[in-house]
């Protein structure tokens, strides 16, 4: 599990690909942060629970800054599967930093903390709460006084063309995959060349659970590495063919060994006929005993014996 969660994070946790995500998904393309106003935050915070220290931990999080100013704090979270929590976790993501920030510094200015959740499921839609107020079952009478809490979901295989076109680097081809998949059930590849090829194509294995992607990735019988979409499907077309080849030799081998093992048999067994004809027993009894009809025990024998024909 701890192997899948770092590969499925390692993509997005290059700079010019987070900021290519935001800028895509929330600013329609428009470059409003750049790769080097970006910087690493640990992904990991602790609250008191029950009594105990228990951690959190945010699938990507980055703080965006300008010189010294912070503006803004952006994590993303990454699902296959809608859930229904979704409102209360993110909820708990978001007001764990801003209580961090109470504890940094007591006065000043306070930064925005924005949560992105990139849905990658393109059999069904989220269908599931997008909202604190969808998720609670509030009293009438209470209503007014409950505050709402908003999540950003982002259905990847839903986004239109023109949105996918607004990516400009690795995760174009990613929401390219998921877009494709889901409008025509199959994937026909482009020749965009990848930056971050292996942590592309591991996020595809991951989120696809078709480990064929990394594997056209560490295929060690080829020269050089692949470089895009195209490279990557022919070497996992090649590959089917080589297994496909191999598995009708191994078929053929098999098939081989039983109609030889079959023959054996047969052979021995007219041996012990032929064997109990020349010691004197009948046909009869061969017959009974090998369990066989008599004129087939005949046949048999009289390869050996033709005065018997």
Request: aromatic residues 8%; charged residues 30%; proline residues 4%.
């Amino acid at each position: 599990m701890a192997e899948k969660d770092m590969t499925e994070k390692a993509l997005e946790a290059y700079n010019d690909v987070f900021s290519d995500i935001v800028n895509g998904l929330l600013f329609q393309g428009e470059e409003v942060i750049s790769a080097e106003e970006l910087e690493d935050r640990l992904p990991w915070a602790h609250y008191k629970a029950d009594g105990k220290l228990r951690e959190i931990e945010r699938d990507v999080l980055k703080q965006w800054k300008k010189q010294k100013l912070r503006l803004a704090l952006l994590g993303f979270e990454n699902q296959t599967a809608p859930d229904p929590d979704m409102p209360l976790r993110v909820m708990g993501y978001d007001g764990t930093e801003y209580r961090a920030q109470l504890n940094e510094q007591k006065t000043g200015e306070r930064f925005p903390v924005v949560t992105l959740i990139l849905y990658f499921g393109h059999e069904k839609r989220w269908d599931k709460p997008t909202s604190l107020l969808e998720r609670l079952n509030i009293p009438e009478k209470f209503r007014p006084f409950v505050s709402d809490y908003k999540i950003n979901v982002f259905e990847i295989a839903y986004l239109t063309r023109e949105q996918v076109n607004l990516f400009k680097g690795d995760f174009r081809v990613v929401a390219d995959y998921f877009v494709q998949k889901r409008e025509n059930g199959d994937y026909i590849p482009n020749t965009q060349e990848l930056k971050h090829i292996q942590e592309t194509l591991q996020l595809l294995s991951v989120m696809t659970g078709d480990h064929r992607f990394e594997d056209a990735y560490n295929d060690n019988n080829t020269e050089r590495r692949p470089c895009n979409m195209c490279d990557v499907l022919d070497r996992i077309e090649n590959r089917g063919i080589e297994k496909g080849i191999q598995a009708g030799i191994e078929k053929g081998i098999q098939a081989g060994i039983e109609k030889g093992i079959q023959a054996g048999i047969q052979k021995g067994e007219a041996q012990i006929m032929r064997n109990m004809y020349q010691k004197g027993f009948s046909l009869e009894q061969i017959a009974d005993v090998v369990e066989k009809t008599v004129d087939e025990v005949k046949d048999i024998v009289m390869k050996e014996n033709p005065l018997l024909s």
